[in-house]
């Protein structure tokens, strides 16, 4: 790998500021828990490692718990030496993006035409161009090819959540959804809700009944210590893949149990998360502060 495209693509996680150089490149690495698509180990001054793990995708949608499969494949790893810690990635053209619900479940996005714009403004070669061709082309057939799985019931479900949201609960600030088949997981981030230096969100995982309010990249021992003399009686803190939340129990719903049933459950799970956004905006001093100290360190 370019060791130029290797710094500017560690430079889009959380070791930006990690002084290192690429050590190896692994392509396509499986085991029973799946494949990367690119494992890149860098190596820091100090002589430890991190890994940068990298799903790539063009067409295919992804798959259940395909982010949090990587993290225990990254874990497993760490435990056998590999190296010392990691992060995971998805690549992938803006316009998958920006209209995958499972792609915020990875710690940093970085898409095609990002990838495609550092090729060209880094080098005038005849491959750099070929590559930056390959990526912007790959990025136009998506958009020209790419069918998500629609079926109507699904989509009559989200239509109506999404008019429960928007008349009683507009503290979520819900935009309009392109869900697939049986989507149960959507992502609530009000513009106050800051993306740096930590993504706060609240997660909707709607079949699990977790309303979680998630911060990105904080230890859970160290961030439920930190917060516990917060939380409401029915609060909880669990580990999310690299993440912590703080979670509400609700009722699980899918869009197959109908209206009926599905709706009253949608309404609930929806009350919770602004719930847990007041609790946020109430508290957020202290929970910005609790999620700083808790950081995961760059090892």
Known sequence: MNPAFSAWLKGQTRFADVPAVIADVFVSRSDNLGESDLIVIYTRDDGLNFAVLIEDKVDAPLQ?????????????????????????????????????????EFDTTVSFEDIAAFFLVNGDTPRCRYRASFLLGAGTRRVNNWERQVDDITEVFWSAAYAVAIKEFPILEMKPLKVTKDSTWINF???????????????????????????????????????????????????????????????????????????????????????????????????????????????
């Open 189 to 299: 981030r009000p513009r106050d809700m800051p993306t740096m230096p930590h993504r706060i969100y609240v997660s909707v995982k709607g079949e699990r009944g977790y309303m979680d309010l998630t911060f990105s990249d904080a230890q859970v021992d160290l961030f439920h210590g930190k917060v516990a003399h917060l939380l409401d009686p029915d609060m909880s803190v669990h580990k999310t893949g690299k993440s912590s939340a703080i979670r509400l129990q609700t009722d699980g719903f899918m869009p197959r149990e109908g209206l009926e049933a599905a709706i009253p459950k949608a309404r609930a799970a929806f009350a919770a998360c602004a719930r847990l956004i007041r609790f946020y905006r109430a508290h957020r001093a202290e929970l910005d502060a609790a999620t700083t100290s808790a950081a995961t360190p760059p090892n």
């Open 64 to 104: 259940p718990d395909q982010a949090s499969r990587y993290r225990l494949r990254a874990e497993r790893e760490i435990s056998s030496g590999k190296y010392n810690d990691f992060t995971v990635i998805l690549c992938a053209p803006i316009s998958y993006l920006a209209n995958s619900l499972k792609a915020a």
